[in-house]
């Protein structure tokens, strides 16, 4: 499988799913976060394959959703129904169905990962960061709460959840690490091999054994609330949009790119 915006790679039992975009600094269109979609169903039902790792060409892992390209559903205007049509399919189904793949996976981050960004890491197992990783959501700034699918509180603890989603400030990897979001923190130059060679040593484990320890971590955290948390906090942001439609027309309050140029530069 190889497509406009994702490469797709398997050996030694190891799926290699690559966002291929780095000339929009891997910025999500609907294309791309389908073919993304593909990628893990594809990686889900082989059977040779043990673990996925999710990496990015470019010196960033994800600028967010591309709003230049707008919304499919409503090409002419719009619409909160239109909205939440897309997003609920794309955001919080996608990536809640990446996060329950019977298989362990490891995304790699270096550069920005910003907003939709943290879409595509967090359903992950496991994170490695290169040094140079910065994780932001600076859609309040937007008048919107925070992206479609809220893993802040879990990954960051309330505190500062809700200082990176007031402020909208990045904060790095080694931060990101001393919380537990991030796995490891390696040099740039080496994300990829170390990432790989996470999945090789997880890859030499029983299948249905590492199957289970995933579903008991996941089970337990739903049990806590995850699950139900996710759902109602995706109604919270769609709330969001029916104020940005209310105030001034949809996606955004102010200009979202010159945002993302700010916080490339922390």
């Given at each position: 499988m190889?497509?406009?915006?994702?490469?797709?790679?398997?050996?030694?039992?190891?799926?290699?799913?690559?966002?291929?975009?780095?000339?929009?600094?891997?910025?999500?269109?609907?294309?791309?976060?389908?073919?993304?979609?593909?990628?893990?169903?594809?990686?889900?039902?082989?059977?040779?394959?043990k673990?996925?790792?999710?990496?990015?060409?470019?010196?960033?892992?994800?600028?967010?959703?591309?709003?230049k390209?707008?919304?499919?559903?409503?090409?002419?205007?719009?619409?909160?129904?239109?909205?939440?049509?897309t997003?609920?399919?794309?955001?919080?189904?996608?990536?809640?169905?990446?996060?329950?793949?019977?298989?362990?996976?490891?995304?790699?981050?270096?550069?920005?990962?910003?907003?939709?960004?943290?879409?595509?890491?967090?359903?992950?197992?496991?994170?490695?960061?290169?040094?140079?990783?910065?994780?932001?959501?600076?859609?309040?700034?937007?008048?919107?709460?925070?992206?479609?699918?809220?893993?802040?509180?879990?990954?960051?603890?309330?505190?500062?959840?809700?200082?990176?989603?007031?402020t909208?400030?990045?904060?790095?990897?080694?931060?990101?690490?001393?919380?537990?979001m991030?796995?490891?923190?390696?040099?740039?130059?080496?994300?990829?091999?170390?990432?790989?060679?996470?999945?090789?040593?997880?890859?030499?484990?029983?299948?249905?054994a590492?199957?289970?320890?995933k579903?008991?971590?996941?089970?337990?955290?739903?049990?806590?609330?995850?699950?139900?948390?996710?759902?109602?906090?995706?109604?919270?942001?769609?709330?969001?949009?029916?104020h940005?439609l209310?105030?001034?027309?949809?996606?955004?309050?102010?200009n979202?790119?010159?945002?993302?140029k700010?916080?490339?530069?922390?």
């Amino acid at each position: 499988m190889q497509t406009e915006f994702i490469l797709y790679d398997v050996a030694d039992n190891i799926a290699t799913i690559t966002l291929n975009r780095p000339e929009a600094a891997n910025a999500q269109n609907m294309p791309l976060l389908d073919d993304l979609d593909e990628a893990w169903c594809r990686a889900a039902d082989d059977p040779d394959v043990k673990v996925i790792v999710l990496q990015a060409n470019g010196k960033h892992f994800s600028s967010g959703h591309d709003l230049k390209a707008g919304d499919p559903s409503q090409p002419a205007k719009f619409t909160l129904a239109g909205i939440i049509a897309t997003e609920s399919k794309r955001y919080l189904e996608y990536s809640l169905r990446w996060r329950n793949v019977p298989k362990p996976s490891i995304a790699a981050v270096q550069g920005v990962c910003i907003a939709g960004g943290l879409l595509l890491c967090w359903p992950c197992d496991l994170i490695v960061a290169a040094e140079n990783a910065k994780f932001s959501d600076p859609v309040v700034a937007m008048g919107i709460g925070g992206v479609e699918y809220h893993g802040h509180t879990w990954e960051l603890g309330p505190r500062l959840a809700k200082e990176i989603l007031f402020t909208g400030r990045a904060i790095t990897a080694d931060e990101a690490k001393k919380v537990g979001m991030v796995s490891r923190v390696v040099p740039v130059d080496d994300l990829h091999a170390e990432a790989r060679k996470l999945a090789a040593e997880i890859a030499t484990k029983h299948p249905f054994a590492l199957r289970q320890a995933k579903r008991a971590v996941n089970q337990t955290l739903d049990v806590q609330g995850f699950y139900a948390a996710i759902q109602s906090v995706f109604d919270v942001h769609q709330t969001g949009h029916g104020h940005a439609l209310s105030e001034g027309g949809y996606p955004i309050l102010i200009n979202l790119e010159d945002m993302k140029k700010e916080v490339a530069k922390t």
